[in-house]
């Protein structure tokens, strides 16, 4: 019987300070976005200089990119046993509330990716593909259970979701008194089946 072996020496120990890295700079820029002195407070934070913080990473531009992937795999950690994927979606919103800066990063490296030569263009085509597949996916259990309308296609209602979380971020940046949270619910209702009410949101 074989195991697999952890990873010893400079090679462990280098993947220790990326993860120390990592989250230090989460905690950053969920205070304070991308800002001009973040990489430095980054560094100043581990004890490197900015050159040695993002040898770690490859570049700036790659460090923004691991804490988004990392802020995605957090978020589904957060969310709380759901009814309904539309739910986690509402959740895992009002969590992102609690994180300004995260929210204002994710909307500025998102609409650079729109370029196919943005370095972060491959990751939020994955992202968003697998997350249009995940909740046609739920909605279409929801049509066949009788708890979503199916007048309209799952697949549109699941593209008009994500529209709507991306929208409202942009207005609650400008306005930090929107409730994205309750706004994604209302819309999580403007999608249950008529006369279906055995839950606030039956997204699936």
Same mark, same amino acid.
């Given at each position: #019987?074989?195991?697999?072996?952890?990873?010893? *020496?400079?090679?462990?120990?280098?993947?220790?300070?990326?993860?120390?890295?990592?989250?230090?700079?989460?905690? $950053?820029?969920?205070?304070?976005?991308?800002? *001009?002195?973040?990489?430095?407070?980054?560094?100043?934070? =581990?004890? %490197?200089?900015?050159? *040695?913080? /993002?040898?770690?990473?490859?570049?700036?531009?790659? /460090?923004?990119?691991?804490? %988004?992937?990392?802020?995605?795999?957090?978020?589904?950690? !957060?969310?709380? &046993?759901?009814?309904?994927?539309?739910?986690? !979606?509402? &959740? @895992? =919103?009002?969590?992102? #509330?609690?994180?300004?800066?995260?929210?204002? %990063?994710? !909307?500025?490296?998102? +609409?650079? +990716? @729109?370029?196919?030569?943005?370095?972060?263009? *491959?990751?939020?085509?994955?992202?968003?593909?697998?997350?249009?597949? %995940? /909740?046609?996916?739920?909605?279409?259990?929801?049509?066949?259970?009788?708890?979503?309308?199916?007048?309209?296609?799952?697949?549109?209602?699941?593209?008009?979701?994500?529209? =709507?979380?991306?929208?409202? &971020?942009?207005?609650?940046?400008?306005?930090?008194? $929107?409730? #994205?949270?309750?706004? $994604?619910? @209302?819309?999580?209702?403007?999608?249950?089946?008529?006369?279906?009410?055995?839950?606030?949101? &039956? $997204?699936?």
């Amino acid at each position: #019987m074989s195991s697999q072996r952890k990873p010893r *020496g400079p090679y462990r120990k280098g993947l220790e300070r990326r993860e120390q890295i990592l989250r230090t700079a989460l905690e $950053v820029f969920a205070q304070q976005g991308d800002r *001009g002195s973040s990489i430095q407070e980054i560094a100043d934070r =581990v004890g %490197l200089s900015q050159t *040695g913080l /993002l040898h770690h990473f490859g570049s700036r531009e790659e /460090l923004l990119l691991a804490v %988004l992937k990392r802020r995605d795999t957090l978020d589904t950690e !957060v969310t709380e &046993q759901p009814r309904s994927s539309g739910e986690a !979606v509402a &959740q @895992t =919103v009002r969590h992102n #509330m609690e994180q300004p800066g995260l929210v204002k %990063l994710f !909307v500025a490296l998102s +609409a650079a +990716a @729109t370029d196919p030569a943005h370095h972060a263009h *491959g990751f939020f085509t994955d992202r968003y593909g697998d997350l249009v597949s %995940l /909740l046609t996916h739920g909605l279409e259990e929801g049509q066949r259970s009788g708890r979503v309308r199916d007048d309209e296609t799952a697949e549109h209602m699941a593209r008009l979701l994500l529209a =709507v979380c991306d929208g409202l &971020q942009i207005q609650w940046l400008l306005d930090p008194s $929107v409730d #994205m949270a309750a706004l $994604v619910e @209302t819309f999580n209702r403007m999608c249950e089946a008529a006369g279906d009410a055995t839950s606030p949101d &039956q $997204v699936e």
